[in-house]
């Protein structure tokens, strides 16, 4: 089984900052893209960033240069740093990791339990 935990959310103020961590942890062979993604009240799913085992990093037309997506292979762990948070950054975050539990093995997707984040004044 593989189990992803979410930590780092919160309240905050426009303009401030926070860092979203997940953590991969149970029987995984590899891990490959991982990635973020939020959903607000009433709105679809939406990719917000995504990085590659190779270090590429993708990121949505809105975050670009406010959020920092990076990993640290050592630990199966990927982190989202937000700055300059705005109002409409608020939703629910969660995390996917492209995983093998085995080799070979048909990749699969895991996703995290989501951390709410909350822009507001």
């Known amino acids: 089984q593989v189990q992803l935990v979410e930590s780092g959310g919160g309240l905050v103020q426009p303009g401030g900052s926070l860092r979203l961590s997940c953590a991969a942890s149970g029987s995984i062979f590899s891990i490959y893209t991982m990635a973020w993604y939020r959903q607000a009240p009433g709105k679809q799913r939406e990719l917000v960033a995504s990085?590659?085992?190779?270090?590429?990093?993708l990121y949505v037309d809105s975050v670009k240069g406010r959020f920092t997506i990076s990993r640290d292979n050592a630990k199966n762990t990927v982190y989202l740093q937000m700055n300059s948070l705005k109002p409409e950054d608020t939703a629910v975050y969660y995390c996917?990791?492209?995983?093998?539990?085995?080799?070979?093995?048909?990749?699969?997707?895991?996703w995290g339990q989501g951390t709410q984040v909350t822009v507001s004044s």
């Open positions: 996917k990791v492209g995983v093998r539990l085995t080799n070979p093995a048909p990749l699969i997707d895991r």
């Open positions: 990085i590659a085992r190779g270090g590429n990093t």
